[in-house]
Each structure stands twice: as structure tokens, then as C-alpha cells.
């Protein structure tokens, strides 16, 4: 059975339907109860991790650091993963995350743009700042794909 199924089946049952429910919310939905930890992606696995921060009573102060996070989620589970994120952030978190995906890179309040090129080529911070700033830069690489991103999201995604 799936999270999603499971949360329909356990829709009667508050904690259990509360858990169920915030691994939904990060995108997890579609995952087998009782699937090995191994064949889970890096990114299914933070989120994992995420859920189960979550579901724990929140305290302001707490830093947390994804790796990619959004790696083979559907565009509708990134903007699921965003709003827990933006959660995490206004209980008084601080939330850093390395993306590639320029909806949550739209999103932050802070990007840090490296590069100019990857691997050998990249390794310097090539603009940083509110991600309106960043899109503007004319020496990223990054901009363009920013500026589109942030017209999505600011017309309601």
C-alpha cells in the first residue's frame, strides 16, 4: 500500500492519518509502506528525514540543509515541498538547500549563484542575493532561467 493509500485507509485515525499525511506533504505520497531505505533516492531520503522533523513538536533555531531534495519529484509535489519549507522558515528556521530547480530557487529569500560553469569550470560565487537581485545579474548563467522561474511564481505558480 502507498502513503496515499494508507492515509485514505487511516483517514479515521488522527495519528496516524497526521503522519501519513506530512510524508504527503513533502512529496512522498507515492511511496510503499515498508519499502527498504536502500531504494529509496537521495532526495526521497532527505525527505524522509524532513517528514519525520515534521512531525515533531517545531522549535525556532533549528538549521536544516538539503541536498537536492526535489530530485524526480512531480512539478506538483516541488510546490508541496516548498510550502513545507516555507513553513520550517517562518517558524523561525533556517533552511539552506542546494537546487538545481529554479521553482525553489524563485522561492528562497537568499540564492547564492556558483559557478560559471560546472565542475573544473565553476567553484566561484558569481552573484548573490534576493532571487530578483540574482535573476538580474548579467554574468549569471543561472538569470535567465531564474527570471522565467520567478514570473511563475509570482503569478501564482
Known sequence: M?????????VENAKIARSLDVIRQVGLGYIRLGQPATELSGGEAQRVKLATKLQRA????????????????HPFDVEKLIV???G????????????????V??????????GPGGGDEGGQVVAAG????????KSSRTASYLARALEEYRSGR
Open 130 to 137: 534576493p532571487s530578483a537581485e540574482v535573476a538580474r545579474h
Open 58 to 73: 517545531q522549535r525556532s533555531g533549528s538549521i536544516y540543509i538539503l541536498d537536492e531534495p526535489t530530485t524526480g519529484l
Open 88 to 103: 520550517l522558515v517562518e517558524a523561525g528556521s533556517t533552511v539552506i538547500v542546494v537546487e538545481h530547480d529554479m521553482s
Open 84 to 86: 513545507q519549507l516555507d
Open 105 to 114: 530557487v524563485a522561492a528562497s529569500d537568499w540564492v547564492i549563484d556558483i
Open 2 to 10: 502507498t502513503v496515499d493509500e494508507a492515509h485514505a485507509f487511516f
